[in-house]
């Protein structure tokens, strides 16, 4: 029998037309890496049934995406024009995550997943961290292949007491990075697991 892990979609145009989708690097990470049964979710908002849907989920991936998340939701600035967003998106997973947490069931948050978590539990955003004072630019090079884009950027070191330090045995891992936006007043009930050599708060 096998676990059932959500995933839930973004829009995302092909040719004229809106899509529900999912990154197959996510896919496959669920299907193949973590040997679990894949579940898309598709971003309807307050159209979906959330309470049945999880009721078919072990747990939640939260994925990453190009689109930031609306400052609407962390009572934000204004987006800058040109800012891509999902609002379908939003509309899906942040009452999602609340009522994941309130059900006790597994999250994994990925990049916008992750800042998506802060968010639905009351935390705040930066929204172009590379121009806060003292802050790295996180953000990948302009048009990057993949393979430099994925590649180890910098360190982030592990707080002592983490989840992350007892599973990998080490204090310092070597990550990516491809964001804009990051962590800026953690939310009530979250702790840090990881932070940049900048502060800013990576897991």
Do not use: W
Not at 121 to 126: E, K, P, R, V
């Amino acid at each position: 029998m096998y676990a059932v892990v959500g995933i839930p979609c973004d829009i995302k145009p092909v040719g004229k037309h809106p899509f529900h989708a999912a990154g197959v690097k996510y896919v496959a990470a669920v299907a193949g890496g973590a040997r679990c049964l894949p579940l898309l979710l598709p971003a309807l908002g307050g159209q979906l049934p959330l309470a049945a849907a999880l009721d078919q989920f072990d747990g939640v991936l939260l994925t990453g995406s190009l689109s930031n998340v609306e400052p609407q939701h962390y009572a934000g600035a204004a987006s800058r024009p040109g800012t891509l967003h999902d609002p379908a998106r939003d509309a899906t997973t942040l009452p999602l995550i609340r009522r994941a947490v309130a059900r006790g069931i597994p999250l994994l948050g990925i990049c916008r997943g992750f800042q998506e978590i802060n968010v639905a539990l009351g935390g705040t955003l930066y929204q172009q961290v590379q121009e806060q004072p003292g802050m790295l630019d996180h953000r990948e090079p302009d048009a990057a292949p993949l393979a430099e884009a994925y590649a180890p950027a910098h360190a982030v070191q592990l707080a002592a007491d983490s989840l992350l330090a007892q599973a990998l045995g080490v204090r310092e891992i070597q990550v990516n990075s491809l964001h804009q936006q990051g962590v800026h007043h953690l939310a009530p009930g979250l702790r840090v697991e990881a932070r940049a050599p900048d502060g800013l708060i990576e897991a």
